[in-house]
């Protein structure tokens, strides 16, 4: 299967290469806890897969390969990875890979509660038994995904987590990387970038959002006096290093995520307790377990025999808390970001509107922070509506290869909240590279001929014929369009139909069109 050659080529950056005159590969079968592992050893570097074939578990469409188990490169040192087939075209599919945030959440959370093939089930007193339920809006609908524990301590991950702060990740990133991984693109859900930033916009959001704002005039001055007179001196006695190793900055980094914790984040989160709204979602109660139902299902022994995996964790507190002895917090990581998108990597960065611990105040100013060579026209460009099925879920922007979105009605977890907009925008950013809109005018082929199409088009080719009329032409389909265009976006390559267009029963009218091209 194709996945291994993934997984292998990514053991053997993180392992190294031996020294030693390599063994030949080794293949085997064991059966172990009650589940029947596949082997397999690399020769010249020790590591180990051991994975479950299809396990039936999540993934139940007919003829969609999955595989779930341990990537082993040490003593004690096991991740856990699942890997998901596409369900169309898997062999011609793109690759994207899952990994939850924290530090320290499992991606399990984002498999059963995101955006992976099932999602779980709510379960009572009539219905004892967690279960799971076919996601439509799976991901892995049109690519090939791959979800992976960690660190080492992480979820269904074991060891020691070797790699647990900025300082000691640093030299795996620089130095045993030496194959770089071609990157399409890059997606970032609700994240955590810049401090400084990030922690200013808290006072903003819970002063003006628009589902319960929690502080009134007075809190407002109130925070910004203890952000302005304690929290920012310390940030900014933190600074930020051009070094990989931080060490010499721990100590002030650590005191400024302490003081800004107290002082800052503290309040505001017993704030919303009081009101009993949530800091992931404050359309929604405090929830002391947001996982309870993940848990509850990979719970199960018999879930965990069959997928191959030992016992879950949903967030470790160990390694959460060994970032914070790092400062790593609090610090910017600006700078970074700045560079993937300076290298021509696609990203966008997303986050729900209902989100406090990293909202949307906070990540729309750092978006526009970024330095890249679209950085100016970025920073001065406003939002516009993005639509799914015709109708506005968001606002966004695009300026060559950086995207920000704002999500509506959505909470921390937006592939959770909105999983069809969330799946229209992963699926542009793998097929196409970039989100945005074409609008095109169907003249010939349709019987209300003025009627306008949102397509949510990813890639088209257009050309002009001999009488001077655009045409829309679809390459992998064979499917040509007379039009007219009315296009914000154009980007040469192949489309893919949305559901919107197949609504407008476009999909039967296409396969009309088929001989003609």
């Known amino acids: 299967m194709h996945c291994l050659s993934y997984l292998l080529a990514a053991a053997v950056l993180c392992n190294g290469l031996s020294s030693v005159t390599a063994k030949p590969d080794e293949t085997s079968l064991i059966e172990r806890d009650g589940s029947l592992y596949n082997v397999f050893e690399h020769g010249a570097t020790g590591v180990k897969i051991e994975y479950v074939n299809n ?25 856990f990875f699942w890997f998901f087939e596409a369900r169309n075209s898997p062999a011609t599919a793109p690759l994207a890979a899952w990994f939850n945030g924290g530090p320290g959440a499992s991606s399990m959370i984002g498999l059963f509660g995101e955006n992976g093939p099932c999602r779980i089930q709510v379960h009572d007193d009539r219905i004892p038994r967690a279960t799971t339920a076919n996601n439509t809006f ?12 960690q660190p080492f301590g992480a979820g269904f991950s074991r060891g020691d987590p070797l790699v647990n702060s900025t300082d000691s990740a640093a030299p795996y990133q ?14 970032i859900n609700n994240g955590w970038h810049d ?128 970032f914070k002895t790092t400062g790593d917090f609090v610090r910017s990581y600006l700078k970074w970001l700045s560079e993937i998108v300076s290298s021509g990597v696609n990203t966008i ?22 330095l890249y060579p679209g950085s100016a026209k970025f920073s001065t460009q406003l939002l516009e509506p993005y639509l799914v099925n015709g109708k506005e879920a968001a606002s966004f922007k695009t300026v060559y290869n950086l995207s920000f979105m704002k999500v509506f009605n959505a909470g921390h977890f937006v592939p959770h909240d909105q999983p069809e907009l969330a799946l229209q925008v992963f699926e542009q950013m793998m097929l196409n590279g970039t989100v945005g809109h074409a609008r095109v005018r169907l003249r010939k082929y349709l019987s209300n001929t003025n009627h306008l199409i949102d397509l949510n088009v990813f890639n088209v080719i257009l050309v002009q014929d001999k009488d001077d009329e655009w045409l829309a032409f679809l390459p992998r389909r064979r499917y040509r369009l007379d039009v ?8 040469k390559g192949d489309l893919v139909l949305s559901r919107s267009a197949a609504l407008y029963g476009l999909r039967n009218t296409l396969e009309k069109l088929a001989a003609r091209c």
């Not at 892995?140 to 979800?147: I, K, S």
């Not at 620089?174 to 997606?187: F, W």
């Open 195 to 322: 401090a400084v930033l990030q922690y200013r916009a808290y006072i903003e959001f819970a002063y003006n959002n628009p589902y319960k704002p929690f502080i009134d005039d007075v809190g407002y001055k109130s925070m910004y006096d203890a952000f302005n007179n304690d929290c920012f001196p310390v940030l900014d006695n933190c600074g930020f290093t051009e070094s990989y190793n931080f060490t010499e900055s721990n100590q002030p980094c650590k005191f400024a995520h302490y003081i800004c914790q107290r002082v800052f984040w503290d309040p505001l989160v017993e704030r919303l307790k009081d009101i009993g709204r949530d800091i992931y979602d404050i359309r929604q109660p405090y929830q002391a377990d947001p996982f309870a139902d993940i848990r509850d299902y990979l719970d199960q022994g018999d879930i965990r025999m069959a997928i191959g995996a030992k016992e879950w964790e949903a967030e470790s507190k160990d390694i959460e808390d060994e």
């Open 138 to 149: 799976s991901w892995n609908n049109n690519v090939n995904m791959l979800y992976i524990d």
């Open 174 to 187: 620089r130095d045993k990387i030496s194959k770089p991984i071609s990157l399409i693109a890059l997606g």
């Open 484 to 491: 007219v265009t009315d296009l914000k976006m154009v980007i």
């Open 55 to 79: 396990s039936a578990i999540c993934e139940t469409t007919l003829g969609v390969k999955h595989i779930s188990g341990y990537l082993s490169v040490g003593e004690q040192q096991d991740l």
């Open 349 to 370: 960065i997303w986050v729900g509107d209902a989100d406090f611990s990293c909202n949307w105040n906070g990540v729309y100013d750092v978006s526009n922070h970024i």
